[in-house]
Every structure is written in structure tokens, then in C-alpha cells.
């Protein structure tokens, strides 16, 4: 069974840094593709980062600049790096893996999230 635990969510004033983490587990073989998605209240969830098992990443307009995700194997575990982050950054942060082969499945997991909120 396939986990996924995210941290480091927080309330912070805006222009301030945050350091999103996901440690995921589990007899994961591959994960096709990691990312970061959000949900705004009264807002649909949106992706925010991504990276794929071949390297390329994809980011949201809205983040382009300020947010990085990256990832640590050794660990099994995924990082969004929030920089400048604004206002309208305030959202509960999901972590995801999808594509994820494991001895059962091919599947897509979710983590609880996580709640940024951005305000003085």
C-alpha cells in the first residue's frame, strides 16, 4: 500500500518562504510522474508543480519563478519550495504520484494535504 505523508505547511506573511515536504511509502517500482496540486476554498483543485519520470517539469503561471519541486530518492521524498509567496498562494497543498507501479497496481495516490495560508 502506497502512502503519502505531506509536512510543512504553516500560516506566513506574504513575500515569505515555505518548504512543502511528501514522504511517501510503499513497494513503489516507479512513479511516472510527482506533483504538487491545491485547492483554494471555493476553487477547484489546480496543479501547481510537476516532475516526470524523464526529468521535465511543468509549473502553473501563477507559481512560475517562485516555486520549486524537487525530489530526494534516498529519502522517497517530494519538496515544493515556496518563495515570494502571496495571498492568493493560500490554499490546502495535496501531494501526488501518479503512475505509480507497484507489485498490485498502476495507480494514482494522494496525500491529506497540507494548508498554506499567506497574511499579515
Known amino acids: 500500500q502506497v502512502q503519502l505523508v505531506e509536512s510543512g505547511g504553516g500560516l506566513v506573511q506574504p513575500g515569505g518562504s515555505l518548504r512543502l515536504s511528501c514522504v511517501f511509502s510503499g513497494s513503489i517500482f516507479s512513479i511516472n510522474l510527482m506533483g504538487w496540486y491545491r485547492q483554494a476554498p471555493g476553487k477547484e483543485r489546480e496543479l501547481v508543480a510537476s516532475?516526470?519520470?524523464?526529468?521535465?517539469?511543468n509549473y502553473a503561471d501563477s507559481v512560475k519563478g517562485r516555486f520549486t519541486i524537487s525530489g530526494d530518492n534516498a529519502k522517497n521524498t517530494v519538496y515544493l519550495q515556496m518563495n515570494s509567496l502571496k495571498p492568493e498562494d493560500t490554499a490546502v497543498y495535496y501531494c501526488s504520484l501518479q503512475g505509480v507501479r507497484t507489485l498490485a497496481r498502476i495507480g494514482d495516490y494522494w496525500g491529506q494535504g497540507t494548508q498554506v495560508t499567506v497574511s499579515s
Open positions: 516532475s516526470t519520470r524523464g526529468g521535465s517539469t
